[in-house]
């Protein structure tokens, strides 16, 4: 089983990308259980959510400079698990620093999967 955490600032970034991902890792014989958070007052619980968990795969998908400063927050709460951050090209530079997974560009196309998923080794 592969534990996918997933915080967006908006509801259609994950409703879209959360189908992709499961049906993406079920092809590759994984079995993925996801959870999701969405919008800054679930920011807090996402948090505590992967607080020190290593053996999960955080994803962010946020925008701008509000979701810069998120994303490098759940960064610092978590160095030690996979992260991916899907973000506007604007904020690709400071992806550098964050010790990522992978960086992708919102939205975030059916196409990106698979490459995603092999930065994971999965």
């Not at 919008?39 to 795969?57: D, Q, S, T, W």
């Not at 927050?73 to 990522?100: G, H, Q, T, V």
């Not at 992708?104 to 990106?112: A, K, Q, Y």
Request: net charge negative; aromatic share 10%.
């Amino acid at each position: 089983m592969v534990r996918f955490v997933m915080y967006a600032d908006k509801k259609e970034d994950i409703d879209g990308y959360a189908s992709l991902l499961r049906d993406a890792v079920r092809e590759r014989g994984e079995w993925p259980l996801i959870h999701t958070y969405v919008g800054a007052h679930e920011l807090l619980p996402y948090l505590h959510f992967v607080r020190k968990n290593p053996c999960l795969i955080m994803v962010v998908m946020t925008r701008g400079q509000q979701g810069r400063k998120e994303a490098m927050r759940i960064r610092e709460n978590n160095w030690e698990a996979r992260m991916l951050w899907f973000s506007d090209p604007e904020n690709e530079p400071y992806s550098d620093s964050m010790k990522l997974t992978c960086f992708g560009r919102l939205p975030v196309e059916e196409e990106e999967i698979g490459a995603v998923l092999d930065a994971c080794d999965l």
